[in-house]
């Protein structure tokens, strides 16, 4: 009965708040009627409090509905930390597969070739690129450690739509064609684990690449220093970052020519945004950077 919004309504917007949706709720009420009462335990809540009350019966009454909330909420973090993690889902699979070294800048595999293998990153950098018709390069996806490659052609059982090559020295692990198709048929926590896994860096690697594609010349190249930072820096990296890649790489990451890139990188310098140590940059100004694209 309060003015412009009644208890009903608070308990509506509450249970559309996810951050406040389990919040324990209570009606502290005048109204008597056993239809009101319903209609509050309907709408999800957990006490329904009839005038007059005395502070012990309100204050029992929320206690109790507390501990009912610490039991529910500790049962759900125990349902959590029994389910199978990450790494958990993945170690079989992993402990069935071979490991490969990569030197920088060697092929992984090449677009129309039959797929053999799911790759997953241990370390290193590697790019997805397709090759237009006048055999120039367009980068289509970033990778580094804890990401898998490779995975679209074995799923729709079709030849490779992209090529890939290292950035830098690289180890992955090679997982069989058999050995996945019967994790993707027989494991659920393995296909849930997996679709995680895709969902996450392909949303990523999405909305990077249409900033890419929009944004002008000085953006695009701030944009993908900035993606490279964001997809390779290491722990030990938290002040600059430095990454080795040729103009061509660089270029093609950015969506532009190698000229164009290269005076881009020359005026970036000139603004002490960056410093250029032969092939390697190095972002001394990731803020301005950032304000550029923005």
């Known amino acids: 009965m309060m003015p412009d919004l009644d208890g009903y309504g608070v308990l509506h917007l509450l249970q559309r708040t996810p951050e406040l949706a389990n919040t324990p709720f209570m009606f502290l009420t005048a109204k008597t009627e056993r239809a009101d009462f319903r209609k509050g335990m309907d709408l999800g809540a957990d006490d329904y409090l009839m005038k007059p009350f005395s502070e012990t019966e309100l204050l029992n009454a929320v206690e109790s509905r507390l501990k009912k909330a610490t039991r529910l909420q500790n049962q759900a973090h125990q349902k959590e930390s029994q389910k199978p993690g990450y790494q958990e889902v993945f170690q079989e699979l992993f402990e069935k597969s071979k490991t490969n070294k990569y030197k920088k800048n060697q092929e992984i595999f090449s677009e129309g070739n039959y797929p053999q293998y799911l790759f997953y990153i241990k370390s290193g950098k590697i790019k997805a690129y397709k090759t237009s018709e006048g055999g120039k390069e367009l980068t289509v996806g970033l ?25 830098s ?12 198709d019967e994790q993707i048929n027989q494991n659920s926590s393995f296909v849930l684990q997996f679709t995680k896994a895709l969902v996450q860096n392909n ?38 970052f430095r990454i080795t890649i040729t103009r061509e790489e660089l270029a093609n990451i950015s969506g532009t020519t190698t ?32 304000n550029m694209i923005n």
């Open 143 to 167: 990778y580094t450690s804890g990401d898998f490659l490779g995975y679209i052609a074995l799923l729709e059982e079709s030849t490779y739509r992209i090529s890939a090559q290292t950035l």
């Open 169 to 180: 020295n690289c180890e992955l692990l090679l997982i069989s064609r058999n050995e996945f």
């Open 203 to 240: 949303n990523y690697k999405a909305d990077q690449m249409v900033q890419l594609a929009y944004n002008s010349l000085r953006k695009r190249v701030a944009n993908a220093l900035l993606l490279l930072k964001e997809k390779f820096i290491s722990k030990e990296e938290k002040q600059n």
């Open 259 to 290: 000229e164009s890139l290269i005076r881009t990188l020359s005026d970036f310098k000139s603004e002490k945004l960056i410093h250029i140590h032969g092939r390697a940059i190095e972002i001394l100004e990731e803020e301005k950077l950032k």
